[in-house]
Every structure is written in C-alpha cells, then in structure tokens.
C-alpha cells in the first residue's frame, strides 16, 4: 500500500532535489521551479513500487530509504540487481521510449520517493541540459556496477565477492567510527546473497571467518563495523 501528495512539505523541508547529484547544476530559483512539478509518495517495506512487465511512465527518486532492484531466475531464486539508496533514481530508461519494466523494484525498508511525469521530465531536460549530463554521468558508473556484479558472480572468488559487497556498501552506507567504518546493512544475510548468487550459509561462514580474523565485527543483524578495510580491498583485488 502506498500513499501519494503533491505537497512538498511530504519531505520534510529535505527535498530530493536537494540530495541528488543529476540537480547539483540547479540554482535556487531553479530548484524553486522544479519543486513544483513533483509528485511524492510512500511505500512500506516490502512493497513494490514498480513489477517487472509494468508500463512506466515517471521516474523516481529515493529521498529516504532504500530498495532493490531485483529479477527471478528460472528456478525462481531472487537475484538482486542493484541497491537504490537515497538520492538515487530509476525509471529513466523507460521515459525515452514506451518499454515494459523489466526488472522489479521493492522497498528494503519504508521508503519515501519523489516521482517526475515523463511529460515533466522530458521538459525538465530540455530546459537544464546540464541535468541530461549528470543523467549520463550516473548511468555510466550504475552499467558499470552491474558489469562489477556479473564479474562477481562469474569469475571472483567467494572471499573476493564478499569483500567487494562490504567495501561497495561501505561507501554508500558507512560512517567513519574511531575503531573503523560502521556499515548500515541495506540487506539481510540472505539478501547479500541474493545480490552475489551464492548460498546464504556461504555467506554467513564468509563473514564469521572475517569476523574471526578481525577484519570486520558484527555489531547487530543491521550493522558491521568495517576493522580492516586495507585487508578487505586487498582481499576484493583493489589494491
């Protein structure tokens, strides 16, 4: 179930286009404008906010929360493609052109999304062509995640492949502590493997043999605290 406004105040005075790079061009009067042509709703967890085989006609922006992209293989196991997070955005692909959704997105947690009418944001290119820029920009590092998740799942060894999700989530979800890097987990144990195409109890004795190592620390089901990282990127191959 979800829930839709066209007030502003839905963000709570932290608005989208204040959060995502593709509008950092934008200026405050700009910004002023552009407010006025988006739409919000709200979505609980486990909710989709597209299926796959929907016809879309908006693109969305994650102003809280996060979701995950996701297909089913043959056998019906959940392959996740992508985690969206705050300030993220998809949908553009199908704005170009009438396609068919062909992945699904469901909340991780509730999430609170901003929502531009192709109509809308097809203007909204044409009139800051800087935005069309960013748009290029941020597609061209997700093709290149995506081609970082098939080399994953394809070709890197399993101790590379978690260490890979850890540092990748790092960098989206974590916080400098004193004793590391706090990572908010956006997934679940079963979720993370889901995402890397291997068995939950592969990686669950992945990360209690880091753990045990002292790479890394569980601090809850929701959290790791990142001990390590140079071990962990030269494990990943990025050193």
Request: proline share 2%; aromatic share 10%; charged share 25%.
């Given at each position: 179930m979800n829930t839709i406004s066209k007030n502003c105040t839905h963000c709570q005075n932290r608005l989208c286009i204040h959060k995502v790079p593709i509008f950092s061009s934008l200026t405050h009067e700009d910004i002023m404008k552009v407010e006025t042509l988006i739409h919000h709703r709200e979505y609980r967890k486990g909710d989709c906010i597209y299926k796959e085989g929907d016809k879309l006609d908006s693109i969305v922006i994650i102003n809280e929360g996060s979701a995950k992209a996701l297909k089913?293989?043959?056998?019906?196991?959940?392959?996740?493609?992508?985690?969206?997070?705050?300030?993220?955005?998809?949908?553009?692909?199908?704005?170009?052109?009438?396609q068919i959704a062909t992945f699904t997105v469901e909340a991780l947690e509730k999430v609170k999304v901003c929502m531009f009418s192709k109509e809308n944001f097809t203007q909204l290119i044409l009139n800051y062509p800087n935005i069309a820029m960013q748009i290029i920009e941020e597609l061209g590092e997700r093709v290149t995640q995506?081609?970082?998740?098939?080399?994953?799942?394809?070709?890197?060894?399993?101790?590379?492949?978690?260490?890979?999700?850890?540092?990748?989530?790092?960098?989206?979800?974590?916080?400098?502590?004193?004793?590391?890097?706090?990572?908010?987990?956006?997934?679940?144990?079963?979720?993370?493997?889901?995402?890397?195409?291997?068995?939950?109890?592969?990686?669950?004795?992945?990360?209690?043999?880091?753990?045990?190592e002292g790479y890394i620390q569980s601090v809850s089901n929701k959290s790791i605290l990142l001990k390590e990282e140079d071990v962990i990127k030269e494990i990943a191959g990025d050193i």
């Open positions: 089913y293989t043959a056998d019906g196991r959940e392959q996740i493609l992508y985690v969206f997070s705050e300030g993220d955005f998809f949908g553009e692909q199908y704005l170009l052109r009438d995506l081609l970082n998740t098939i080399q994953n799942i394809g070709a890197k060894s399993v101790d590379a492949r978690v260490s890979s999700l850890l540092l990748d989530f790092s960098k989206k979800y974590g916080k400098k502590v004193p004793e590391g890097i706090l990572i908010r987990l956006p997934l679940s144990r079963e979720g993370m493997a889901n995402y890397l195409g291997l068995a939950r109890e592969t990686v669950s004795r992945k990360l209690g043999q880091f753990e045990s």
